[in-house]
């Protein structure tokens, strides 16, 4: 799997959209970008993914670059319960799910 | 549901002791894996299990043992527990390949090994 590159960290005012990057310039035709969060020390947890379309759901939002190189996850209206640490993941869809292999992500701190 | 259940939540161990970290899904996922946390890093994975009777190996299997009998149980066996297995551990799992490919994580297993 391909891997990816985050900023270590952001903040972002609340009530404001928060823009998180993640480059994968080595990625493959058949990797999906995906995004999970981990609040304070629980589990992670989904967030979205896509493959070369922009994607949203009730969480949020995934723009990816038309050269797939780089990908922009978009929480439209931040509040203090999206302060946590967001995993950008690049992988081959269908692949085994053990392999799902998480770096140090980017720790977003959402202000009052 | 009540999702990916880990139990215990805390746990202290001497070193050289043995003990099982217990995780359970009622969501009938296929596949469940072990994850370990430490400080400042991201989650490194231990174990996998692709379906009841198959596992393999992750990044970091060292020191742990596993076993998939069931579809819901996926247990994760420390044979001798030593210091540097002090972490958090997280179960996850998901469905097969699809459309909802995504991981379901318990809430963790906080260890620590004096």
């Known amino acids: 799997d391909a891997k990816t590159t985050q900023p270590p960290s952001m903040d972002c005012a609340e009530g404001r959209a928060a823009n998180l990057p993640c480059n994968h310039s080595?990625?493959?035709?058949?990797?999906?970008v995906y995004w999970y969060r981990q609040i304070h020390s629980q589990g992670p947890q989904y967030i979205i993914h896509?493959?070369?379309n922009n994607e949203t759901n009730e969480m949020a939002s995934l723009i990816i670059t038309e050269d797939r190189k780089s990908s922009t996850l978009i929480l439209p209206h931040a509040t203090l319960r999206d302060t946590a640490v967001y995993y950008c993941?690049?992988?081959?869809?269908?692949?085994?799910?053990?392999?799902?292999?998480f770096g140090k992500g980017t720790k977003l701190s959402v202000k009052p | 549901n009540a999702g990916v259940t880990q139990t215990p939540k805390f746990q202290v161990l001497k070193t050289g002791q043995s003990m099982t970290l217990q995780c359970a899904q009622d969501?009938?996922?296929?596949?469940m894996s072990w994850y370990r946390q430490d400080p400042g890093m991201g989650l490194r994975l231990i174990h996998y299990?692709?379906?009841?009777?198959?596992?393999d190996q992750g990044e970091v299997p060292n020191g742990y043992n596993v076993s998939r009998s069931t579809t819901e149980d996926f247990p994760l066996r420390l044979l001798s527990a030593a210091p540097s297995q002090t972490s958090v551990y997280f179960c996850?799992?998901?469905?097969?390949?699809?459309?909802?490919?995504?991981?379901?994580f318990g809430s963790g297993t906080q260890l620590s090994v004096l």
């Open positions: 996850a799992s998901s469905y097969g390949q699809g459309a909802d490919e995504k991981l379901f």
């Open positions: 080595t990625i493959s035709g058949n990797e999906y």
């Open positions: 896509g493959l070369k």
């Open positions: 993941i690049v992988r081959v869809f269908g692949g085994s799910q053990g392999n799902l292999i």
């Open positions: 969501m009938n996922h296929e596949y």
């Open positions: 299990s692709v379906g009841a009777g198959i596992t």
